[in-house]
């Protein structure tokens, strides 16, 4: 896939982004991507791995999701298996 293809899609799923920190992370990500182009270390792997969750992405398979969400979510099961093992000792 050609760098400008590539630009062109991450712009396309970045308008259809509503949540502004994953915006920001994303248009971030953009930035530093478009400073540093060089390809030439990535292996024909990573590239179809790369264009495949953007295919997912795009056709809606999948979405992106905050991180600290999740990592709160996380958090709270964790926080509940530890209360729970702590009752399954008492």
Excluded: C, P, W, Y
């Amino acid at each position: 896939m050609e760098i400008a293809e590539l630009k062109l899609r991450l712009i396309q799923l970045i308008l259809e982004i509503d949540n502004q920190e994953v915006l920001l992370k994303v248009l971030e990500i953009l930035e530093e991507f478009e400073q540093n182009q060089d390809t030439s270390n990535l292996s024909e792997e990573q590239i179809t791995e790369i264009d495949r969750r953007l295919q997912e992405l795009e056709n809606g398979e999948v979405e992106l999701l905050d991180a600290d969400e999740v990592m709160a979510k996380l958090r709270r099961k964790h926080e509940l298996r530890k209360q729970q093992r702590h009752e399954q000792q008492a």
